[in-house]
């Protein structure tokens, strides 16, 4: 092969490497096109739905996040128990209404009972020994005081009667372990709700911290909104929302702005979005309905929190 040949063949080489970075570079441009029109085309259709609410743009009109319909702390619990045993009697069923202190579930202590029975008869026992015992120290003490008695009949004396004492008094400390057991076997409601779920059925053994029963107070629900961090200074006490279901887009809610954590935290709802991050930190504004709204506990919602615009 000739120098002349070799020249050639390198600048052919040289051609097509050129050539391969050019298609590349091409087709990056493209995609790189491509998102871009996706995302403007994603934002322009939501800039319509916007505009066929009558709503201004997020970034000076509101805030919008997603959140999920909660109860005010102390107003949803889970009922359940200290007292291991056989389920007697249920009382309520889901969706009955029921007041606080009402009994809610009973379950069988007759052994517990005749238990106490027994101790009752034991504090009767003590009781009456004591009675005899307080006679004996009073007569041996009178025994020695007329020269007749000896010192040790009545040490012995009233060594019985503190025994007896103390009898009664170990009686009584077992009859109240066991009035406390038979109470805690009768399970009522901690506070004015609706039955959520019923956990129990009667001749069901369950065991001692068992769910019975799943109660929380309907009457005044709020929603818990997590609001995206970086709008966590936009957001002030009082500041209207408007708050959507997901499935119901015809009918909207009030709401106000109840409460703003000081910190953040992770998100907990799973975004709709599969192009949003799932670790973004949020913000969990407790957002108020002032009315009772219909909206079942647990739905989620989206809410768009109102901004003050520029001064």
């Known amino acids: ?69 909660g109860t005010y702390p102390g107003d949803e619990v889970v009922v359940g128990t200290d007292f291991a045993g056989t389920v007697r009697r249920v009382l309520v069923k889901e969706k009955d ?3 606080r202190g009402e009994l809610l579930v009973e379950l069988d202590a007759d052994v517990e009972r005749a238990a106490r029975r027994e101790t009752e008869a034991r504090v009767a026992e003590a009781e009456a020994d004591l009675r005899l015992f307080e006679l004996e120290v009073i007569r041996a003490e009178s025994l020695v005081a007329s020269k007749v008695g000896t010192p040790q009949a009545v040490d012995k004396a009233l060594r019985d009667r503190d025994a007896a004492v103390a009898r009664r008094a ?46 929380a107070n309907l009457s005044r629900l709020r929603v818990e909104a997590e609001v995206h961090e970086a709008d966590s200074g936009r957001i002030a006490l009082g500041a209207p929302v408007v708050i959507r ?11 106000v702005v109840e409460e703003i ?16 991050p799932s670790d973004t ?11 009772p709204s219909g909206l079942k506990l647990g739905r989620r919602v989206e809410v768009e929190i109102g901004v003050a615009g520029p001064s």
């Open 261 to 276: 954590p000081d910190s953040v935290t992770g998100r907990r709802l799973k975004p709709q979005d599969p192009a949003r």
């Open 1 to 69: 092969m000739t120098s002349q040949d070799s020249r050639i063949n390198r600048w052919r080489s040289l051609a097509v490497a050129a050539l391969a970075t050019l298609v590349v570079a091409t087709a990056f441009l493209v995609n790189a096109a491509t998102r871009s029109g996706a995302t403007a085309a994603h934002d322009a259709a939501r800039a319509a739905r916007e505009k066929s609410r009558g709503l201004a743009p997020a970034a000076s009109a509101y805030i919008a996040a997603e959140g999920r319909v």
């Open 170 to 215: 170990t009686a009584r400390a077992e009859l109240d372990r066991l009035s406390v057991q038979i109470a805690r076997a009768r399970i009522t409601a901690p506070i004015d709700g609706v039955v959520l779920a019923r956990r129990v059925e009667v001749g069901e053994a369950i065991l001692r911290g068992a769910p019975v029963i799943h109660l």
């Open 281 to 291: 930190r949020v913000l969990l504004v407790k957002i108020a309905l002032p009315e």
């Open 245 to 255: 279901a997901e499935g119901d887009s015809e009918r909207t809610w009030k709401g």
């Open 97 to 99: 209404a029921v007041q």
